[in-house]
């Protein structure tokens, strides 16, 4: 069976979609070497980082994601590749392919908070991806919250969505923190630290970690705050008020993997998730998290004890003080946490999407 996947995502710097491309790329090929594998990427993508393999061969090409004129280059394309099924591993889709395809939706947050990304993210998604969603064979996404957006928002039909979950990049594994804390010393405070991973869009929320941390000073229980994803000016933007902070930016996979390490408990205040990949890495690193109960955040991380009313300061912070004064109420937290990260892993995650590409192209039947 010949699968084209659809690389070009991977190009500068390793967002999550990247991320996700290449793990399931790689798995995938891996496992089956029966399977012949066309990985199309772009000319200026990261292309020492595409696997290779003797199933494998990499295609070039410049066709710009996110643009109407790929719709017909892509079919083109795949007129003359003849695959037996495409992959698309994000939401630009070939709508007019000539051949079965799968495409992942990871989330609808374009269009659950339009004004972080304006009128034509949401025209692309009501005519482009809504087309072919319609036209594909499946359509992938992250969590059952994903799943009753698709269906809400693009009228997907419920028999073509397959809920299948992300995973941690391998990077993100215990370690000693004392190790981990030496490798960030440059950026972290010396006394223990609540840690927030996200970015400046409203819907992070970035304004209720720093209210968290305020009920914290409150309680008499003040921790400094990290950001990950968060300038010194958005910060002062917000309005700090008082609160220890320090923007960490532009950090490697690396030292992210030790500021989860280092610090006393991750701060999720994030108002939407399409999965909820953050507290996972928290966790697989072995730091327990704390974090608003909405979206698939709340099915995700239900049996770990981590979630908190939606938006409740108080409750967080109080939940935060107890991580930061009880050790073994930390390590309770943490091992729960590590536990729950154990059950996504992407050679089973990998070996369900390529079963799904095994039945849109008419071999086999999915698991």
């Given at each position: 069976m010949k699968i084209t996947i659809d690389m070009r995502p991977v190009c500068g710097r390793m967002h999550g979609i990247a991320r996700y491309a290449l793990r399931l790329a790689r798995h995938m090929i891996d496992a089956a070497p029966e399977h012949r594998f066309v990985l199309i990427a772009a000319l200026r993508g990261n292309l020492d980082i595409l696997p290779r393999a003797e199933n494998a061969r990499t295609q070039l090409v410049d066709i710009p994601l996110y643009r109407l004129s790929e719709q017909w280059r892509l079919a083109k394309l795949l007129r003359e590749e003849k695959p037996d099924v495409h992959f698309s591993p994000t939401f630009s889709a070939p709508a007019m392919s000539?051949?079965?395809?799968?495409?992942?939706?990871?989330?609808?947050?374009?269009?659950?908070?339009?004004?972080?990304?304006?009128?034509?993210?949401?025209?692309?998604?009501?005519?482009?991806?809504?087309?072919?969603?319609?036209?594909?064979?499946?359509?992938?996404?992250?969590?059952?919250?994903?799943?009753?957006?698709?269906?809400?928002?693009?009228?997907?039909?419920?028999?073509?969505?397959?809920?299948?979950?992300?995973?941690?990049?391998?990077?993100?594994?215990?370690?000693?923190?004392?190790?981990?804390?030496?490798?960030?010393?440059?950026?972290?405070?010396?006394?223990?630290?609540?840690?927030?991973?996200g970015s400046e869009k409203a819907h992070?929320?970035?304004?209720?970690?720093?209210?968290?941390?305020?009920?914290?000073?409150?309680?008499?229980?003040?921790?400094?705050?990290?950001?990950?994803?968060?300038?010194?000016?958005?910060?002062?933007?917000?309005?700090?008020?008082?609160?220890?902070?320090?923007?960490?930016?532009?950090?490697?996979?690396?030292?992210?993997?030790?500021?989860?390490?280092?610090?006393?408990?991750?701060?999720?205040?994030?108002?939407?998730?399409?999965?909820?990949?953050?507290?996972?890495?928290?966790?697989?690193?072995?730091t327990p998290a704390v974090v608003f109960d909405n979206s698939s955040l709340s099915e995700l991380l239900a049996p770990t004890g981590a979630l908190v009313p939606s938006g409740d300061a108080k409750s967080a912070a109080r939940r935060l003080a107890e991580l930061l004064s009880n050790d073994a109420e930390n390590r309770k937290a943490a091992d729960a946490g590590a536990a729950r990260a154990g059950e996504f892993c992407w050679p089973d995650i990998s070996g369900r999407v390529l079963a799904l590409l095994e039945e849109a192209a008419g071999v086999g039947s999915a698991q």
């Open positions: 000539p051949c079965p395809f799968v495409f992942t939706i990871h989330d609808l947050i374009h269009l659950r908070f339009p004004r972080d990304y304006g009128l034509a993210h949401r025209v692309y998604y009501r005519t482009i991806v809504r087309t072919a969603a319609r036209r594909a064979r499946f359509v992938l996404t992250d969590s059952e919250c994903s799943r009753r957006d698709l269906i809400a928002l693009l009228a997907v039909r419920p028999d073509k969505i397959n809920v299948v979950p992300v995973a941690p990049d391998p990077v993100f594994a215990p370690g000693d923190a004392a190790e981990a804390r030496e490798r960030v010393a440059h950026i972290i405070p010396d006394a223990p630290f609540i840690l927030w991973v992070k929320n970035f304004a209720g970690a720093v209210e968290v941390v305020r009920e914290l000073q409150r309680m008499g229980t003040p921790a400094p705050l990290v950001g990950v994803g968060v300038s010194e000016r958005h910060a002062r933007g917000v309005g700090l008020n008082g609160v220890d902070f320090t923007a960490a930016v532009n950090v490697s996979d690396e030292q992210l993997c030790a500021l989860y390490r280092s610090a006393r408990a991750l701060l999720c205040t994030s108002l939407y998730e399409g999965f909820g990949l953050t507290p996972l890495e928290a966790f697989a690193c072995g």
